[in-house]
C-alpha cells in the first residue's frame, strides 16, 4: 500500500509522521516527494547513496532557421519564448517542457536538449529505503523530480510504501496524490491549521483519494480541527500530544520510534488504524 503524509502547509509534523511510519514498519520504502525542501534524509541519514540526474526538454533555436515569425511566441503560454532584436529568446527556466513550440515552428528551427533540473538520491537506514527528490533551486516545477520516483516503485513493489508529500495543493501535491492509494492528514490544533486542513482535504477528496487525519501537537482545550473532522465525518487515526521529549528528539535529527518505545506504540497503532481504514 502507498500511503502519502500531507498537508495544508508546513511545519505541522508531516515529516514527522512519514519517517515514524515508515521507521515503525521496518521493511518499507520512504519516498521524500517534498521536493522544494526535502529533510527526511536528515532524519535517516541513509548509506550506501547513489545519485541520479533528473533531466527535461526544453527548445533550442537554430538562429539561421529562424525567420522570426513568432508562431512559437504566440503559442507558448508561459512567455519562456520572445523574438527581441531579430533573434530568438529562450528563457529556460520558466520553460514547461511541452514541446509545443517545436511543433508549430515551420521552419524546423527549433530541437531539444537536456537540462538537469534537480536530482534522486537512493540509500539505506535500518531496513528502510530512503529515495528523495531535490528540486534544483529557482525550478519551475518538481513534478518531474516525483515522477520519477514513483517509477522506483515497479522495483519495489513488494515494500509497503510511505510518501512524504509537499505542502500546500499545488501541482505537486496532486502529482503525488495521484499515485498515493491513501492519504494521512496531519493537522495542528489551531484555526489557521484547522484551515489549511480544509484546504488539503477539499484537493484530496476532489481526487476520490480515500483518507484520514493525524492530530498533532494536542493541548487539553478546544482544537478546530478536531472539531472540522468530528462535524464532516472525517476518521481521526490519531493524536500525537504537545510533547517537549518528542520535539527535542526532532531537532537532533532523531526518529522518535527507534529510542522511545511509546512513540513506537504510538506509531505503530496508527499504522494499523491506517490499514484498518483503507480496506474497509
Keep these: 500500500m502507498k500511503i502519502a503524509v500531507l498537508s495544508g502547509k508546513g511545519g505541522t509534523g508531516k515529516t514527522l509522521a512519514a519517517v515514524n511510519l515508515a521507521a515503525a514498519a521496518g521493511h518499507a520504502l520512504y519516498l521524500d516527494c517534498d521536493v522544494e525542501e526535502p529533510n527526511g534524509h536528515l532524519f535517516f541519514k541513509p548509506e550506501n547513496m547513489k545519485t541520479e540526474e533528473i533531466t527535461v526538454r526544453i527548445p533550442v533555436v537554430d538562429q539561421d532557421l529562424c525567420t ?33 513550440c517545436i511543433l508549430v515552428c515551420p521552419e524546423k528551427a ?36 516525483v515522477q520519477r520516483l514513483f517509477e522506483d516503485l515497479k522495483e519495489e513493489d513488494e515494500l509497503q510504501v510511505f510518501i512524504d508529500g509537499p505542502p500546500g495543493t499545488s501541482c505537486v501535491v496532486m502529482e503525488t496524490v495521484t499515485g498515493a492509494d491513501y492519504c494521512l492528514l496531519v493537522a495542528e490544533p489551531t484555526l489557521f491549521g484547522a484551515h489549511n486542513l480544509e484546504m488539503i482535504h477539499g484537493l484530496v477528496k476532489l481526487m476520490g483519494k480515500p483518507l484520514g487525519v493525524l492530530l498533532n501537537k494536542c493541548l487539553e482545550g478546544d482544537n478546530p480541527s478536531e472539531e472540522y473532522c468530528l462535524t464532516r465525518g472525517i476518521p481521526i487515526l490519531g493524536r500525537i500530544p504537545f510533547d517537549p521529549d518528542l520535539g527535542r528528539l526532532n531537532s537532533e535529527g532523531e526518529i522518535a520510534v527507534r529510542p522511545d518505545e511509546r512513540y513506537r506504540e504510538l506509531f505503530l497503532d496508527l499504522l494499523l488504524a491506517i490499514e484498518k481504514e483503507a480496506v474497509s
Excluded at 83 to 88: I, K, N, P
Design 68 to 100: 522570426g515569425c513568432r508562431d512559437c511566441v504566440e503559442f507558448c503560454r508561459f512567455n519562456a519564448l520572445a523574438h527581441v532584436g531579430g533573434r530568438l529568446l529562450i528563457f529556460e527556466e520558466i520553460c514547461h517542457s511541452c514541446g509545443g
Design 110 to 145: 527549433l530541437t531539444e536538449k537536456d537540462r538537469v533540473i534537480g536530482v534522486v538520491r537512493r540509500g539505506d537506514s535500518a531496513g528502510v529505503r530512503v529515495h528523495s527528490g531535490i528540486l534544483n533551486p529557482g525550478e519551475e516545477s518538481g513534478v518531474p523530480l
